[in-house]
């Protein structure tokens, strides 16, 4: 696993920047729902967290404030956070496969999908060899 944990808070103020791209914090407070925002201060210390981490950094500021931006990609933070769900079932995918059929949250075409990737990659695997 590559890249560091990210809170529930961390992930929806990345979020804010992937969609958003470079943003002031306050621009990043103003992504969230009205009725779901947190305080000013709450943003602006998670922010600072995330730039101690390194997911995100100043790019510049602009009077009395910065402007921040994601140094990682959402691609990476998925992958993290289903490795991790991943490791929670031992390694078992067929465990986490098996919650997503019942739930009624894989379908068919993503099944479909993902035999479409595992024989590209089959494919990637006897080119190098």
């Avoid at 529930?8 to 407070?29: D, F, H, N, T």
Wanted: with cysteine; proline share 2%; net charge positive.
């Amino acid at each position: 696993m590559t890249g560091p944990k990210l809170s529930k808070l961390e992930l929806q103020i990345m979020e804010i920047l992937w969609a958003k791209g470079q943003c002031s914090i306050r621009e990043v407070l103003e992504g969230f729902p009205e009725k779901k925002r947190p305080a000013y201060v709450t943003v602006q210390t998670t922010v600072y967290r995330l730039e101690t981490k390194q997911v995100v950094r100043r790019v510049k500021k602009v009077a009395n404030f910065h402007i921040f931006e994601a140094m990682v990609s959402r691609e990476a933070a998925q992958r993290r956070l289903i490795d991790e769900l991943v490791a929670m079932f031992g390694g078992r995918t067929q465990l986490v496969m098996m919650h997503l059929v019942k739930s009624g949250q894989l379908k068919l075409e993503d099944v479909k999908e993902a035999e479409r990737e595992l024989t590209r990659l089959k494919g990637e695997e006897e080119v190098s060899e």
